[in-house]
């Protein structure tokens, strides 16, 4: 589908990437942009529609989806990232919260939009995923298990929303430079390049896109048997 003349909703529009969502699908001549966020008044976008929306909370969803009849693109962004590994205190706790948000509400809002998207002629879901949906270090351990588990929600989806012509995309990306990733000493990607990818795989019809090297190696490796928690950097 084109981004041109779509109708845009995007979770998580808050700052860094949702926010770069939003500007883009502006910028790539979207009809109308939908900004998601816990505090519509915290979206400082012009140009954009914000709508109230928690991705944990049901009722919130259902107001969402209601309000943005017309999307014809769903970006599902937002998303939590807590450092910390699966053997420190609080590790339960901590999973629990990564599946409420990064799963949980991901499956909300593209089953309380997928009518939407029917209606309007099938459209597309973007779900953003993560290197660290196929290989898990100490450093990001819960948030790793959750967006495993959202590559297979992603991935199940395609298949459930096939009939109904909705294109599902997993955008696969390795560390960006956002205030998550502020202090920490690795090579990282511009969210603007990313966000670009993303909506090029989109146009192109993809299902999925990794969008840095070392995210596509990693890709490889799961068809060639490599031990991707070895080939990860620690």
Request: proline share 3%.
């Amino acid at each position: 589908m084109k981004i041109e003349g779509a109708v845009v909703f995007v979770t998580g529009v808050n700052r860094g990437r949702g926010l770069e969502f939003a500007k883009q699908a502006l910028s790539r001549g979207a009809r109308k942009a939908y900004a998601g966020a816990r505090d519509p008044a915290s979206v400082m976008l012009q140009g954009v529609v914000p709508v109230k929306l928690d991705v944990t909370d049901p009722a919130s969803v259902a107001t969402a989806a209601d309000t943005a009849r017309d999307v014809t693109l769903l970006i599902n962004n937002a998303g939590i990232a807590r450092f910390g590994s699966l053997t420190d205190d609080g590790a339960l706790d901590a999973l629990r919260a990564h599946f409420e948000t990064n799963v949980v509400g991901m499956l909300a809002v593209s089953r309380a939009f997928a009518g939407n998207l029917a209606v309007n002629g099938g459209g597309a879901i973007l779900n953003v995923l993560s290197v660290a949906s196929r290989v898990n270090r100490p450093i990001l351990a819960a948030y790793g298990v959750s967006k495993s588990a959202a590559w297979a929600l992603t991935n199940g989806l395609r298949q459930s929303l096939r009939e109904q012509r909705t294109q599902v995309v997993g955008l696969h990306a390795g560390f960006i430079d956002t205030d998550l990733t502020r202090g920490l000493e690795v090579p990282k990607a511009t969210l603007a390049n990313v966000v670009r990818q993303a909506y090029e795989a989109i146009e192109a019809g993809a299902e999925e896109v990794s969008t840095d090297e070392f995210t596509r190696q990693l890709k490889a490796g799961l068809s060639a048997g490599i031990c991707l928690n070895d080939a990860a950097p620690h």
